[in-house]
């Protein structure tokens, strides 16, 4: 779809770790089992009534476990005027990389 980018895990964990925003839309449930330091979670299922409290005023990169979720919130998110692209493979893309993960001692590690 024309306006929704995806970008390469290998650049967003780059982007990340230069300070953008990194927005994670999976449920708290697969949060807990695994997630990048500098990610701020808002679930799919809430994002809706959430949206205000994201940055207006710099890019957006979205991710969920594969990368599914993840390009459907990014294209209602430019559908809603922010600059949002998908982070292709998600986190699951995303630890194969290298990517830094925490979780809750208390869960199981990411499939």
Avoid: F
Wanted: net charge negative.
């Amino acid at each position: 779809m024309a306006g929704v980018s995806e970008i390469p895990v290998d650049e967003a964990i780059e982007r990340v770790s230069a300070g953008s925003y990194l927005l994670d839309v999976r449920e708290q449930d697969e949060w807990d089992r695994g997630h990048a330091p500098a990610a701020h979670l808002i679930p799919m299922s809430t994002i809706e009534q959430r949206v205000g409290e994201l940055p207006g005023d710099e890019p957006l990169l979205v991710i969920c476990h594969s990368g599914y979720r993840s390009y459907n919130v990014a294209r209602a998110l430019v559908a809603a005027g922010y600059d949002a692209v998908s982070v292709a493979g998600g986190m699951e893309a995303w630890q194969s990389a290298g990517g830094e993960v925490v979780r809750d001692a208390s869960q199981p590690p990411l499939d």
